[in-house]
């Protein structure tokens, strides 16, 4: 019972949240003029014919992919106490240092992938690890550090991109690196979905999906089954009581920021690996952020972050078939704004209904137990009758005196 209450108190902030933002959202659309239902029935629709379902599926997963890799991201800064707003700059600059290493080189398929992932997974790494060094060393606030860092990877990442690593033709609209030979392509899951007797979409499926999914065990598993996730856990919840139980609390806020910005460096590959091949000026920006909301409503868990991710691609499909029944895209940030301000709140009275839970059972544990005589109202231990439960620690004393004697 105690472990289903547990689980129904970690669910009620998520699902508070939703229904919340679908009220509110509700509203909006209402008092725009438009029927909320409709509007409802319109983000439902994945299609009329099976090619039309396959090819909304596709665009969700597609999307979800980089939205659970910016999760993962600001979820282990969160479970060390830690706020990783810098993760947009980070995969930023990451994906397109990685673009520009994977376009200067021509290596076997599987290799010249590998080195891809490597560089990006470092550039990101050590980007926020430079947030990590200034917190140990000079006492910065990573809030500040990594908001201020965004926008140096940001204008770094443009300078790049219009000077040095410029790979189209000058006078074109559309700015872009040098395009990745094909054997740094990742191969697409379109022949799992024929597989499994869907139709054909028109678009790939990216083949990174699997990659999110093992980086997602791989990571529960660190956090959960290690020495290393209990150490970082510690650390958040009191680094005074870790470090005095040996661990050392200053390298965890490095190495957690440095693990933090690795898997920051990933988000960006997706897109780049399975359907860009290039980074350009309009190469899909604000993943990052987004992240944020996905951690906070998938409460920090790879599983919750997992179907946070589909929740958040489901709304952003959504926004092109809301334009073409008359109603405003602008619905679908209502809705994703309104989730990331509802589970603030919800999770709040969620962490408090679980403290008085544990009060309740707390207090119940420390009541004393019944005399021989069958109930609480008998004679007390010192004879006093109703007041023998205040007055219970007398014969514990004289025990005390009793073994010193």
């Given at each position: 019972?105690?472990?289903?209450?547990?689980?129904?108190?970690?669910?009620?902030?998520?699902?508070?949240?939703?229904?919340?933002?679908?009220?509110?959202?509700?509203?909006?659309?209402?008092?725009?003029?438009?029927?909320?239902?409709?509007?409802?029935?319109?983000?439902?629709?994945?299609?009329?014919?099976?090619?039309?379902?396959?090819?909304?599926?596709?665009?969700?997963?597609?999307?979800?992919?980089?939205?659970?890799?910016?999760?993962?991201?600001?979820?282990?800064?969160?479970?060390?106490?830690?706020?990783?707003?810098?993760?947009?700059?980070?995969?930023?600059?990451?994906?397109?240092?990685?673009?520009?290493?994977?376009?200067?080189?021509?290596?076997?398929?599987?290799?010249?992938?590998?080195?891809?992932?490597?560089?990006?997974?470092?550039?990101?790494?050590?980007?926020?690890?430079?947030?990590?060094?200034?917190?140990?060393?000079?006492?910065?606030?990573?809030?500040?550090?990594?908001?201020?860092?965004?926008?140096?990877?940001?204008?770094?990442?443009?300078?790049?991109?219009?000077?040095?690593?410029?790979?189209?033709?000058?006078?074109?609209?559309?700015?872009?690196?040098?395009?990745?030979?094909?054997?740094?392509?990742?191969?697409?899951?379109?022949?799992?979905?024929?597989?499994?007797?869907?139709?054909?979409?028109?678009?790939?499926?990216?083949?990174?999906?699997?990659?999110?999914?093992?980086?997602?065990i791989?990571?529960?598993?660190?956090?959960?089954?290690?020495?290393?996730?209990?150490?970082?856990?510690?650390?958040?919840?009191?680094?005074?009581?870790?470090?005095?139980?040996?661990?050392?609390?200053?390298?965890?806020?490095?190495?957690?920021?440095?693990?933090?910005?690795?898997?920051?460096?990933?988000?960006?590959?997706?897109?780049?690996?399975?359907?860009?091949?290039?980074?350009?000026?309009?190469?899909?920006?604000?993943?990052?952020?987004?992240?944020?909301?996905?951690?906070?409503?998938?409460?920090?868990?790879?599983?919750?972050?997992?179907?946070?991710?589909?929740?958040?691609?489901?709304?952003?499909?959504?926004?092109?078939?809301?334009q073409f029944?008359?109603?405003?895209?602008?619905?679908?940030?209502?809705?994703?704004?309104?989730?990331?301000?509802?589970?603030?709140?919800?999770?709040?009275i969620?962490?408090?209904?679980a403290?008085?839970?544990?009060?309740?059972a707390?207090?119940?544990?420390?009541?004393?137990?019944?005399?021989?005589?069958?109930?609480g109202?008998?004679?007390?231990?010192?004879?006093?009758?109703?007041?023998?439960?205040r007055?219970?620690?007398t014969?514990?004393?004289?025990?005390?005196?009793g073994?010193?004697?």
């Open positions: 019972m105690n472990r289903l209450r547990r689980t129904g108190l970690a669910l009620l902030g998520p699902v508070l949240a939703i229904l919340v933002a679908l009220v509110v959202s509700g509203i909006v659309i209402a008092l725009i003029g438009e029927d909320p239902f409709g509007a409802l029935r319109v983000v439902a629709d994945l299609g009329d014919t099976p090619s039309q379902q396959t090819q909304s599926i596709v665009v969700i997963l597609n999307r979800a992919v980089p939205l659970f890799l910016a999760g993962l991201a600001v979820s282990i800064a969160f479970r060390m106490g830690l706020f990783n707003i810098g993760v947009e700059g980070q995969y930023r600059l990451a994906t397109i240092l990685a673009a520009a290493v994977g376009a200067a080189v021509t290596l076997p398929g599987p290799l010249h992938v590998l080195l891809i992932v490597v560089v990006a997974m470092v550039v990101g790494a050590l980007w926020a690890g430079i947030v990590g060094v200034l917190k140990v060393t000079r006492g910065v606030s990573e809030v500040i550090s990594s908001i201020m860092l965004n926008f140096v990877a940001l204008g770094t990442a443009s300078f790049l991109l219009t000077g040095p690593l410029r790979g189209s033709a000058e006078g074109q609209s559309i700015v872009t690196t040098e395009t990745i030979p094909e054997s740094g392509w990742f191969p697409s899951l379109n022949g799992l979905l024929t597989g499994l007797g869907l139709a054909e979409p028109r678009s790939e499926l990216y083949g990174f999906l699997l990659v999110a999914a093992v980086v997602g791989l990571l529960s598993v660190l956090l959960k089954r290690t020495r290393f996730g209990f150490d970082l856990r510690a650390t958040g919840l009191s680094p005074s009581a870790a470090r005095a139980s040996g661990v050392d609390a200053s390298g965890m806020v490095v190495k957690t920021m440095l693990l933090s910005g690795a898997v920051a460096g990933l988000i960006g590959l997706p897109e780049l690996l399975g359907e860009a091949h290039e980074f350009g000026t309009e190469f899909t920006a604000g993943l990052g952020f987004l992240g944020i909301a996905v951690a906070l409503l998938g409460r920090n868990s790879p599983l919750g972050i997992a179907v946070a991710a589909l929740l958040f691609a489901f709304l952003d499909r959504a926004a092109l078939p809301l029944a008359d109603i405003p895209s602008s619905v679908v940030t209502i809705i994703q704004g309104t989730i990331v301000l509802a589970v603030v709140i919800a999770n709040e969620a962490r408090r209904l403290l008085r839970s544990a009060e309740r707390g207090s119940s544990a420390a009541a004393p137990p019944p005399d021989g005589n069958g109930g109202g008998g004679d007390s231990p010192t004879g006093d009758g109703p007041d023998g439960g007055r219970a620690a014969p514990v004393a004289g025990e005390q005196q073994a010193q004697a």
